[in-house]
């Protein structure tokens, strides 16, 4: 009995600590601000776990900065979102996975991180400058909008995925 309490005690501990997390806004800007001047990029994880391993929680967040003069972008990822309404986490079954956007001199290079999923598991949809990404296998679903650094005919985009890493590639026109 004493043990089932205990891992009662550790579960609430669990999902209150995802409140922290995402209360926890104030220490993490003034992290942004001592990496601004470094230059850096921040990434931090973690994973809850529910009662009896059912509900499975992936969140983080990807901090870049140095991209122009006092310029810094954050990207949450995962599925631990925070309720609309409320405010208090909620696990989402879809995952958002961390991508990165990397322009080259000749191409577009969109580099995305999805754990368990193989080229035959993605969809790629294009609209203007908008690439969605999706991609399920058995349990693990992704899906990401990311917006490009401008608008490319779908004539011009080759992807390949291998594992878990989605290297999406847009030729640019002279």
């Known amino acids: 009995m004493a043990k089932h309490e205990k891992k009662k005690d550790s579960d609430s ?12 806004l104030g ?20 994973e809850i776990h529910g009662p009896g391993g059912k509900l ?5 967040f990807n901090v870049k900065v140095g991209l122009g003069k006092d310029e810094f972008e954050v990207e949450p990822f995962g599925n631990v979102r925070p309720d ?3 405010g ?10 961390i991508v990165d956007i990397f322009d080259e001199e000749t191409h577009i290079l969109v580099v ?18 908008i690439l969605v990404i999706s991609a399920a296998r058995g349990a693990m679903k992704y899906q990401k909008e990311v917006i490009l650094p401008g608008e490319f ?8 995925c291998r594992n878990g890493m989605l290297e999406v590639k847009f030729v640019k026109t002279p």
Request: aromatic share 2%; charged share 35%; with cysteine.
């Open 56 to 60: 499975r929680g992936i969140y983080g």
């Open 84 to 86: 609309a309404g409320t």
């Open 153 to 160: 005919p779908e004539s011009s985009m080759s992807h390949n």
């Open 112 to 129: 995305a991180e999805m754990p368990g999923v193989d080229e035959k598991d993605v969809c790629l949809e294009l609209a203007h400058d």
């Open 27 to 46: 220490a993490m800007m003034e992290k942004l601000s001592e990496l601004a001047e470094k230059g850096e990029e921040l990434r931090k994880s973690g």
């Open 13 to 24: 501990e669990g999902i209150s600590g995802i409140g922290k997390l995402l209360g926890g």
């Open 88 to 97: 208090k986490p909620v696990v989402d079954e879809v995952r958002e996975p």
